[in-house]
């Protein structure tokens, strides 16, 4: 009790709660930048928590940390271009809502679940630190691997009208993230003797080019037709969903926030595998799976509640094991060792006090995003009264400059309009891009834990077939490959039965 009442007196200080509104308004510009991800956000926040104390410290990483990860999809929904990589399935449905005059409801179904799926997994750390923390280190590279291809599997659901176009997409994504220097072996792959190429093509920027020049390009081409439309948003107003609408989607907002937290819990995955499983999933067991890219509103739901949850899972193995789960918890890892707070399991019994201090910088850290977004909201849409070709000089230009501050590069600036182009011609060819993304984001992991699982192994595949956890999932990856195979030969059966019915 001596400890929670501590913690209560840290946590409501009038300098932690200023640092936790100050780092969620920090971490929401920074994810809805496209480039400028809340990992820069933190990188830059740490050097300023070295003069600061321990709980306003860690408030201020936390808070820049959840209002990152929320911040991704104001620009997913408003202009199409994910902020972050975490929100590239919100764009599949968020950008179609407002296509049809809805930005106000998805931001604020956006910002809701978020917030709901972030305190889902917080209960769950408080609940089940220990377990969960046990469960997710006996994941190996071999369960890791069976995961991320389980995750690769639902690239037949995303493949849209053709299962072999979508097997092309993810391919071409599968092989463009090979590029560079082999992270194991140092050998050179896809460089064509160039020394600029070495370096590889950064995920960031390839999303950057996928999503934002193709749409940019499809901008002028209606402007330079004059058949420009211009959204009107004059009238918008701060809409939040309704109490029916969230008790409408409540299986699903807890289904997803299940799944974000647990593959938060598992060091190496992160908010995008989850974001991509969880919108297949809604999509999978959906009244109308054929609404989804058109703006449904389930679209948006599944993949903003599990990339939320995995805030609060990532913090499972962070603080009970100390084992950052991507490199944004790193910072934080770093911003707790700085202030002399060493993760462990000594770590609860030494200061239990600032253990309830994170737990509550967290809650506060939500309902800072909430009250941001609820004011920001009508800030946020006013973009689109900007005329669309005037907003795509805009785009292109803070894409430009978000893909060099990634590395200082220009190669990356270039990189982005060659896969921008490339992905405009993939467009017009009617070759999903979906796919492409999802190859991008899971490649990298698949490929270093099926190498790594070998090297451990000695060369032998049966580190594989003598997991249970690793049969699972490659169980599950088998029956959505056959399930949504034979949805897909099911139509061109019917159409084969239409044409031979008037020749009887």
């Not at 931001?107 to 917030?115: E, K, N, P, R």
């Not at 999503?211 to 940019?216: E, G, R, S, Y």
């Not at 899972?313 to 934080?332: E, K, N, Q, R, Y």
């Amino acid at each position: 009790m001596e400890a929670l009442l501590t913690a209560l007196s840290l946590a409501f200080s009038f300098d932690a709660l200023i640092a936790v509104f100050i780092g969620t308004f920090i971490g929401l510009v920074f994810g809805s930048i496209p480039g400028l991800t809340f990992t820069v956000a933190l990188a830059l926040v740490l050097p300023v928590t070295f003069a600061l104390q321990p709980a306003t410290a860690i408030a201020l990483l936390l808070g820049t940390y959840i209002g990152g990860m929320t911040g991704g999809s104001v620009s997913a929904i408003l202009l199409g271009i994910p902020g972050t990589p975490s929100a590239a399935a919100t764009v599949l449905d968020g950008y179609p809502m407002t296509r049809l005059g809805k930005a106000s409801l998805a931001l604020g179904t956006a910002v809701a679940v978020s917030a709901i799926g972030g305190l889902f997994s917080l209960v769950v750390m408080m609940l089940s630190v220990d377990f969960v923390a046990k469960m997710a280190i006996r994941f190996g590279p071999a369960e890791i691997f069976a995961l991320v291809l389980f995750g690769l599997s639902t690239i037949c659901g995303l493949a849209e009208k053709s299962l072999l176009r979508g097997l092309i997409a993810g391919v071409i994504g599968l092989m463009v993230m090979t590029i560079g220097l082999d992270q194991l072996e140092g050998v050179q792959r896809l460089t064509f003797g160039s020394t600029t190429m070495l370096q590889g093509v950064n995920l960031l920027v390839a999303m950057i080019g996928l999503f934002a020049v193709p749409h940019v390009i499809s901008v002028f081409n209606t402007y330079r037709l004059d058949r420009q439309t211009q959204m009107q948003a004059a009238d918008v107003k701060a809409e939040f969903p309704s109490f029916k609408m969230l008790k409408q989607h409540f299986g699903l907002t807890m289904r997803c926030a299940a799944l974000g937290t647990g593959i938060g819990a598992i060091p190496g995955t992160g908010g995008p595998i989850a974001a991509f499983l969880a919108y297949d999933h809604a999509r999978r067991f959906s009244k109308r799976p054929d609404s989804f890219g058109k703006g449904n509103v389930e679209g948006v739901i599944a993949p903003e509640t599990a990339n939320n949850s995995v805030t609060g899972g990532t913090m499972i193995p962070l603080l009970s094991l100390g084992i950052p789960g991507d490199p944004a918890t790193a910072i934080v890892l770093s911003g707790l060792l700085i202030h002399g707070l060493v993760p462990g399991p000594m770590l609860f019994i030494e200061h239990p006090a600032q253990i309830y201090a994170i737990y509550l910088a967290i809650i506060l850290a939500y309902i800072a995003v909430v009250v941001i977004q609820f004011f920001g909201i009508r800030m946020f849409v006013h973009v689109l009264r900007i005329p669309p070709h005037l907003l795509g000089v805009a785009i292109i230009v803070m894409c430009g400059i978000g893909a060099f501050a990634i590395r200082n590069s220009v190669f990356d600036v270039y990189t982005m309009g060659i896969v921008g182009l490339f992905g405009y011609i993939m467009m017009r060819a009617g070759i999903p891009t979906t796919p492409v993304i999802l190859g991008l984001v899971l490649g990298p992991t698949l490929e270093r834990e099926y190498r790594t699982a070998m090297t451990l192994s000695e060369g032998k595949f049966d580190i594989f077939y003598t997991s249970p956890a690793a049969l699972l999932f490659f169980g599950l990856a088998l029956l959505i490959v056959v399930l949504q195979s034979m949805a897909n030969l099911r139509p061109a059966s019917e159409k084969a039965a239409l044409k031979e019915k008037p020749n009887a």
